[in-house]
């Protein structure tokens, strides 16, 4: 069982626009930044998203993140077939450990 | 161009004992904090150990006191030594370059596959 909450899987249709939330507690969510993290089909894991809302350099602006609280959102704008992913939110936690949520399955319909 | 490869994986009794290493490339390696995280096969990501780089090191409860993360600078060489292995360490097991001004994990590696079974 994952100390970060995410929905197992989430589907769109392409254009559309999906969000997967991430939720937690006052320990991790609640008082560190979030992460996202794209794994494509037989790849490792790709920085997405990094201190809530940060883009690294290369991922494109249809992508973005926001947390409120306890709890973080992913958003992907004009869905593309190529998005069809595993999502994962990570946080570090105050008990000194990171911790990561169980993955969302994205499907392109 | 940053590079992280992993070796080492492979089959163990268990009980047995592993050593994975992770060859970093394309960067400073003596200036970055390193980190071992897992994945078993067709589940999520678990933090496995980390390394500063001062040598300080850090573990969940799950691995700590079978697991030894150590770095070689000179050799930009990252290691995880596991003892006592269980079925339940079977996975993938990714090396990651810490990166302190994003606050997480910036470049991952391939991953090498650590299988503990008799």
């Known amino acids: 069982q994952s100390v970060l909450t995410q929905p197992p899987s989430a589907s769109g249709t392409p254009g559309q626009r999906v969000t997967i939330s991430c939720s937690g507690s006052?320990?991790?969510?609640?008082?560190?930044?979030v992460n996202w993290y794209q794994q494509l089909p037989g790849t490792a894991p790709k920085l997405l998203i990094y201190?809530?809302?940060q883009r690294p350099s290369g991922v494109p602006d249809r992508f973005s993140g926001s947390k409120s609280g306890t709890s973080a959102s992913l958003a992907i704008s004009g869905l593309q077939s190529e998005d069809e992913a595993d999502y994962y939110c990570?946080?570090?936690?105050?008990?000194?450990?990171?911790?990561f949520g169980g993955g969302t399955k994205l499907t392109v319909l | 161009e940053v590079q992280l490869v992993e070796s080492g994986g492979g089959l163990v009794q268990p009980g047995g004992s592993l050593r994975l290493s992770c060859a970093a490339s394309?960067?400073?390696?003596?200036?970055?904090?390193m980190h071992w995280v897992r994945q078993a096969t067709g589940k999520g990501l678990e933090w496995v150990s980390a390394?500063?780089?001062?040598?300080?090191?850090y573990y969940p409860g799950s691995v700590k006191g079978r697991f030894t993360i150590s770095r070689e600078n000179a050799k930009n060489s990252l290691y995880l030594q596991m003892n006592s292995l269980r079925a339940g360490d079977t996975a993938v097991y990714y090396c990651?370059?810490?990166?302190?001004?994003?606050?997480?994990?910036?470049?991952w590696g391939q991953g090498t596959l650590v299988t503990v079974s008799s």
């Open positions: 394309g960067f400073t390696f003596s200036s970055y904090d």
């Open positions: 390394i500063g780089t001062a040598g300080d090191t």
């Open positions: 201190s809530n809302n």
């Open positions: 990651a370059r810490y990166e302190y001004s994003y606050g997480t994990f910036d470049y």
């Open positions: 006052s320990s991790n969510i609640g008082s560190n930044t």
């Open positions: 990570a946080a570090w936690d105050d008990s000194q450990v990171w911790v």
